[in-house]
Every structure is written in C-alpha cells, then in structure tokens.
C-alpha cells in the first residue's frame, strides 16, 4: 500500500504566498515522476508542475515565474512553492507520484486526497 498525504493549503490574500507538502510513504521501492495538479470548481483537473527524479521540471504557462516544484528524495516527499498567488489559482491541489511498491515492485499512479487553497482578500 501507498498513501500520499498533502498539506500546506489555506487561505491566502493576493500576493502572497504558500507551501505545499505530499509525502509518499509505504512499502515503496522508488518514485519516478512526482507533480501537482489542480482543479477549479466547474473545470477540467490541470498539471500545474512536474518533477522527475531526476529533477527536472515542467511547469504550466498559468504559473511559470511564480511557483517552484521541488523534492527530497531521501523523504519521498514533493513540494510546490506558490508565490504571487491571483484569484485563479483558487483550486484543490493534488498531489500525484508514479511509484514502484512492495515485495512484486508493482507500479502505480497514484493521488493525494486533495488541498483546497483559496487566494480571496
């Protein structure tokens, strides 16, 4: 089993600013690719950014300039720096990891259960 655990939401006033944590943990063997996605109420769920193992990233044009994605691999753990946050970023942040787990190294996508972040003054 798997369990991706995200938190840093909130409630933020425009401008300003915000962390997003999601540690993996489990019987994992290894991660690949590590992102956040987000989805606005009436809207299609979105990649907002991307990280490999590696470390290299990829980044929505909504966000470039403004949020940094980042990990800890020693931590299985994904961050997404968010600052300049606007109105439009108002959405629910996943968390999403390709992991490879337990004693038959099966490999899954897997999600986070969400966190709202709301940028409103």
């Known amino acids: 089993q798997v369990q991706l655990v995200e938190s840093g939401g909130g409630l933020v006033q425009p401008g300003g600013s915000l962390r997003l944590s999601c540690a993996a943990s489990?019987?994992?063997?290894?991660?690949?690719?590590m992102g956040w996605y987000r989805q606005a109420p009436g809207k299609e769920r979105e990649l907002v950014a991307g990280?490999?193992?590696?470390?290299?990233?990829n980044y929505a044009d909504s966000v470039k300039g403004r949020f940094t994605i980042s990990r800890d691999n020693a931590k299985n753990t994904v961050y997404l720096q968010m600052i300049s946050l606007k109105p439009e970023d108002t959405a629910v942040y996943y968390c999403?990891?390709?992991?490879?787990?337990?004693?038959?190294?099966?490999?899954?996508?897997?999600w986070g259960q969400g966190t709202q972040v709301t940028v409103s003054s």
């Open positions: 999403n990891a390709v992991v490879t787990y337990g004693s038959t190294w099966s490999r899954i996508v897997h």
């Open positions: 489990g019987s994992i063997v290894s991660i690949n690719a």
């Open positions: 990280i490999t193992s590696g470390g290299s990233t």
